[in-house]
């Protein structure tokens, strides 16, 4: 079965810092991944994803992240974050077969003060 | 992007009474659905996956004869919480996806409170 762990529960940064969320996978075979965005009072949105090829992958508000299969990892990254990407990060995989749902990660608090 | 809504967005009932949340695909046809709920300040569980026309395959641990759910068109899957205990309180989230994307679309929620 497929099992996502976020590492950091809670980041705290101060605006124009960078940032890097750690999200490791498991599952033997091949995966599809996913960062979502969960922003105060509202509902989940879609960063990026990566499905194959270019295993750096670029999003949306200047988030990208990076497959790294030998470490079975998708980290998020944002070089310069800002007041308005507070909000609640989630990390997901799914197996790229017809029917199978996203797992997500248990999510990681991000809180940028300004 | 697609777009899929939710109905309603919150609702109270009282314990013991059953309560519909509806998921609408509004823009494509969703051949799988999926349920999750949201505890506070916790990931999203999977409770249940469900195909157009077919039954629910719901996740271990998911009490299948309380948290009914029917995927009766391409559009539209419902999932009723049947006697509603405190305990049911949540946030409950749907998903869509089409066919053949691998992408999956969320709703805004349900906030469900039963006193």
């Known amino acids: 079965a497929q099992s996502v762990s976020q590492h950091n529960h809670h980041v705290i940064l101060s605006e124009a810092a960078s940032l890097e969320l750690g999200c490791n996978y498991s599952?033997?075979?091949?995966?599809?991944l996913f960062w979502y965005v969960q922003y105060p009072g509202q509902h989940l949105q879609l960063l990026l994803k990566?499905?194959?090829?270019?295993?750096l992958v670029k999003g949306i508000k200047g988030f990208e992240a990076e497959f790294i299969k030998s470490k079975f990892s998708f980290n998020l990254r944002k070089p310069s974050v800002q007041w308005s990407d507070t909000a609640e990060y989630f990390c997901?995989?799914?197996?790229?077969?017809?029917?199978?749902?996203?797992?997500f990660g248990k999510g990681t608090t991000l809180s940028v003060s300004s | 992007g697609a777009v899929v809504s939710q109905h309603p967005s919150r609702v109270i009932c009282k314990s013991g009474t059953s309560v519909k949340i509806e998921c609408r695909s509004l823009?494509?046809?969703?051949?799988?659905m999926f349920w999750y709920r949201q505890f506070p300040k916790k990931s999203l569980m999977l409770m249940a996956t469900?195909?157009?026309?077919?039954?629910?395959?719901?996740e271990q641990g998911v009490e299948k004869d309380k948290f009914l759910i029917n995927h009766a068109s391409l559009t539209l899957s419902t999932l009723t919480v049947t006697s509603a205990h405190p305990e049911d309180s949540s946030f409950y989230i749907c998903?869509?996806?089409?066919?053949?994307?691998?992408?999956?679309?969320f709703g805004p929620g349900t906030r469900l409170l039963v006193l």
């Open positions: 599952y033997g075979g091949t995966v599809n």
């Open positions: 823009d494509f046809q969703a051949t799988t």
């Open positions: 990566y499905f194959s090829g270019d295993p």
């Open positions: 469900s195909n157009e026309g077919s039954k629910a395959t719901y």
């Open positions: 997901a995989v799914n197996a790229p077969k017809a029917g199978t749902a996203l797992i």
């Open positions: 998903s869509a996806r089409g066919r053949f994307q691998e992408t999956q679309y």
